[in-house]
């Protein structure tokens, strides 16, 4: 986008053969001049309109896919890569409620999207015409903002239609960031035939000569001060912690430098950019501290700042809620509360960096404070280089520790819900490289996946390395055809069902444990990698494993390793690593 009004020539509206394709080819340069040149397609008449002046853009970049729920999530993944949101174009009927899923994670995580679906115009509505519902608000409450767009129209101005482009971006940027719907109604013709039409509003005609939005929105930056009580409390405070959910590398910067100076310990999600690559006073295995260190007292804090979104490990939260801090703060720039257990005192609505400045820089901290949790931080790291010796040839959590070892500095790496994003939570080394992680742990869901991962992807321009269980792999299977032109190497990890149902209650109730949780399919992923023509391998050790996946990095191309394991002998393994981990705490 161009910050500044010039003068050009710019014909691409003024040139479009009627008023409706006028109308959409509007919309979508109102959309490139914002900054949102990247649209996710999915076939559909009703839409003819909007795709096409996609198509004929010169600087739009379009992204198509079979499935509108694939094209929603890859969509949300281009959107949590480049931290600006991308177009989903949808015809009308059902084709616009397979978006729910995905709005609905975005909405979770406060991830920026632009939803364009096409409608019947009014009169056709509710008459039982083909392939039209109610589109209006379908989305609820999970979208920041929505407009039900007219058909295109003399008695309409084609500036209400630009300004209303405009204010959906600004509620898409702003604080909460998030995702935006304008159903837009066309009639027939909609193939792009010769008819009338002409710029005769003088401040469209202004609009067509320049580059810049019809209406420009400054994004505002949420500012809420820091109460003096809590500086002067974290001044004062003895045994802070720091708790960092999801984070930009940005915010992940900020964090870790003001750690580094209080000598505070940051307990990293796997999603907060601190985790893989791991710098002291940042402790990678609290998951295992807490659920295991004998002497738990001596890591309870009196203080606990909580950055940026909500994070995996249970155990830790279960711990921060048992904690005696009197002061509990979180720092967001966003309103929604991450605090499923009340027990927050302060919440405090401004950017990680404002924040961060306005905080003391000297604190009481004493050195044996953040010395305590990094010597059983080394201790845990220690065990699981070591692990014990009978453990199976390749077993899940040394997958995470494999792919995080050997993952490449130019990839980034996906994790899918379920046991992937905990098993890398727990078992990434700390010493591996500091790639960039995602994961849709707004709403939790296994759905859209692969596309999430080939949308990450598309943004970075760059490949990514996605960890996904089987089930969640079936769920999205046709997002492999995104894998063609947008490189993403699965790891597949086949147990033959629901692996995370082996770690709950309902374990221990055998007469409907399996199949009604654990969903065995019984099949291999091969065909899956025939039918879409990617390079496949099935490794049986972990040396395998780290060979087939540095040849596939090697390659560039996408690719699909499929991992096949025991959900059973899974949970064996978890059980055998927390007792060798534990045994290590106990020495430590």
Same mark, same amino acid.
């Given at each position: 986008?161009?910050?500044?009004?010039?003068?050009?020539?710019?014909?691409?509206?003024?040139?479009?053969?009627?008023?409706?394709?006028?109308?959409?080819?509007?919309?979508?340069?109102?959309?490139?001049?914002?900054?949102?040149?990247?649209?996710?397609?999915?076939?559909?008449?009703?839409?003819?309109?909007?795709?096409?002046?996609? +198509?004929?853009?010169?600087? +739009?970049?379009?992204?198509?896919?079979?499935?509108?729920?694939?094209?929603?999530?890859?969509?949300?993944?281009?959107?949590?890569?480049?931290?600006?949101?991308?177009?989903?174009?949808?015809?009308?009927?059902?084709?616009?409620?397979?978006?729910?899923?995905?709005?609905?994670?975005?909405?979770?995580?406060?991830?920026?999207?632009?939803?364009?679906?096409?409608?019947?115009?009014?009169?056709?509505?509710?008459?039982?015409?083909?392939?039209?519902?109610?589109?209006?608000?379908?989305?609820?409450?999970?979208?920041?903002?929505?407009?039900?767009?007219?058909?295109?129209?003399?008695?309409?101005?084609?500036?209400?239609?630009?300004?209303?482009?405009?204010?959906?971006?600004?509620?898409?940027?702003?604080? $909460?960031?998030?995702?935006?719907?304008?159903?837009?109604?066309?009639?027939?013709?909609?193939?792009?035939?010769?008819?009338?039409?002409?710029?005769?509003? $003088?401040?469209?005609?202004?609009?067509?000569?320049?580059?810049?939005?019809?209406?420009?929105?400054?994004?505002?930056? #949420?500012?809420? $001060?820091? %109460?003096?009580?809590?500086?002067?409390?974290?001044?004062?405070?003895?045994?802070?912690?720091?708790?960092?959910?999801?984070?930009?590398?940005?915010?992940?910067?900020?964090?870790?430098?003001?750690?580094?100076?209080?000598?505070? %310990?940051?307990?990293?999600?796997?999603?907060?950019?601190?985790?893989?690559?791991?710098?002291?006073?940042?402790?990678?295995?609290?998951?295992?501290?807490?659920?295991?260190?004998?002497?738990?007292?001596?890591?309870?804090?009196?203080?606990?700042?909580?950055?940026?979104?909500?994070?995996? @490990?249970?155990?830790?939260?279960?711990?921060?809620?048992?904690?005696?801090?009197?002061?509990?703060?979180?720092?967001?720039?966003?309103?929604?509360?991450?605090?499923?257990?009340?027990?927050?005192?302060?919440?405090?609505?401004?950017?990680?960096?404002?924040?961060?400045?306005?905080?003391?820089?000297?604190?009481?901290? $004493?050195?044996?404070?953040?010395?305590?949790?990094?010597?059983?931080?080394?201790?845990?790291?220690?065990?699981?280089?070591?692990?014990?010796?009978?453990?199976?040839?390749?077993?899940?959590?040394?997958?995470?520790?494999?792919?995080?070892?050997?993952?490449?500095?130019?990839?980034?790496?996906?994790?899918?819900?379920?046991?992937?994003?905990?098993?890398?939570?727990?078992?990434?080394?700390?010493?591996?490289?500091?790639? #960039?992680?995602?994961?849709?742990?707004?709403?939790?869901?296994?759905?859209?996946?692969?596309?999430?991962?080939?949308?990450? @992807?598309?943004?970075?321009?760059?490949?990514?390395?996605?960890?996904?269980?089987?089930?969640?792999?079936?769920?999205?299977?046709?997002?492999?055809?995104?894998?063609?032109?947008?490189?993403?190497?699965?790891?597949?990890?086949?147990?033959?069902?629901?692996?995370?149902?082996?770690?709950?209650?309902?374990?221990?109730?055998?007469?409907?444990?399996?199949?009604?949780?654990?969903?065995?399919?019984?099949?291999?992923?091969?065909?899956?990698?025939?039918?879409?023509?990617? #390079?496949?391998?099935?490794?049986?050790?972990?040396?395998?494993?780290?060979?087939?996946?540095?040849? +596939?990095?090697?390659?560039?191309?996408?690719?699909?390793?499929?991992?096949?394991?025991?959900?059973?002998?899974?949970?064996?393994?978890?059980?055998?690593?927390?007792?060798?981990?534990? +045994?290590?705490?106990?020495?430590?």
């Amino acid at each position: 986008m161009n910050d500044v009004a010039t003068e050009t020539d710019h014909p691409f509206v003024q040139k479009a053969p009627n008023r409706t394709h006028g109308w959409a080819r509007a919309m979508i340069d109102e959309c490139v001049r914002a900054g949102v040149d990247t649209f996710f397609i999915a076939p559909g008449s009703r839409s003819t309109p909007l795709t096409t002046a996609v +198509a004929q853009h010169p600087d +739009a970049h379009p992204v198509l896919h079979l499935d509108e729920r694939g094209g929603a999530f890859a969509a949300l993944g281009y959107a949590r890569a480049a931290g600006r949101p991308a177009g989903w174009i949808t015809t009308s009927g059902t084709a616009v409620a397979n978006g729910m899923p995905a709005v609905a994670e975005a909405a979770q995580e406060g991830i920026p999207m632009l939803l364009l679906t096409a409608d019947r115009p009014p009169e056709l509505r509710s008459t039982g015409a083909n392939q039209t519902i109610d589109q209006v608000k379908l989305f609820g409450d999970h979208v920041r903002w929505s407009a039900d767009v007219p058909p295109p129209s003399g008695d309409v101005p084609l500036a209400s239609v630009l300004t209303t482009v405009d204010q959906a971006l600004h509620h898409a940027r702003r604080t $909460p960031p998030g995702p935006v719907h304008l159903n837009v109604m066309y009639r027939k013709p909609l193939h792009p035939v010769d008819g009338p039409f002409a710029l005769d509003d $003088p401040a469209v005609q202004a609009w067509a000569k320049r580059t810049t939005p019809f209406t420009t929105y400054p994004v505002p930056t #949420p500012h809420a $001060p820091v %109460p003096p009580a809590l500086a002067s409390a974290v001044q004062q405070a003895e045994r802070g912690l720091i708790v960092a959910g999801r984070l930009t590398d940005a915010e992940a910067h900020e964090v870790l430098e003001w750690a580094q100076a209080q000598h505070w %310990p940051v307990l990293p999600d796997v999603t907060s950019q601190l985790r893989l690559g791991a710098q002291t006073p940042v402790v990678p295995y609290a998951h295992q501290i807490v659920q295991h260190a004998p002497d738990l007292d001596a890591l309870r804090p009196d203080l606990i700042l909580h950055v940026g979104g909500r994070f995996v @490990s249970k155990q830790v939260r279960h711990f921060l809620r048992d904690a005696p801090a009197a002061v509990r703060a979180t720092v967001r720039p966003a309103p929604m509360r991450v605090d499923p257990d009340h027990r927050c005192t302060y919440h405090i609505e401004t950017t990680i960096e404002k924040a961060i400045d306005a905080l003391p820089t000297r604190t009481a901290t $004493p050195a044996s404070w953040n010395g305590t949790w990094q010597r059983y931080n080394e201790a845990v790291a220690d065990a699981l280089q070591a692990p014990p010796s009978d453990l199976p040839p390749l077993y899940e959590p040394g997958i995470a520790e494999r792919i995080s070892t050997h993952i490449p500095d130019t990839h980034a790496l996906m994790l899918a819900s379920s046991m992937p994003v905990r098993d890398m939570q727990r078992y990434a080394t700390a010493n591996g490289t500091a790639v #960039p992680v995602y994961a849709n742990r707004g709403a939790s869901g296994i759905d859209g996946t692969i596309a999430t991962a080939a949308g990450i @992807s598309v943004a970075r321009k760059a490949p990514t390395t996605l960890l996904i269980g089987d089930l969640a792999t079936w769920h999205d299977v046709n997002a492999f055809a995104l894998l063609k032109e947008h490189p993403v190497i699965a790891v597949v990890v086949n147990n033959d069902g629901g692996g995370i149902f082996h770690f709950l209650p309902i374990a221990g109730h055998d007469d409907v444990f399996e199949p009604y949780f654990t969903t065995p399919q019984g099949r291999s992923f091969e065909s899956v990698a025939r039918a879409f023509e990617l #390079p496949y391998a099935c490794p049986t050790t972990r040396n395998e494993l780290t060979d087939a996946y540095q040849e +596939a990095c090697e390659r560039g191309s996408s690719a699909l390793i499929e991992v096949c394991t025991d959900r059973h002998t899974n949970a064996a393994v978890h059980r055998q690593l927390d007792a060798h981990v534990a +045994a290590a705490l106990a020495d430590a």
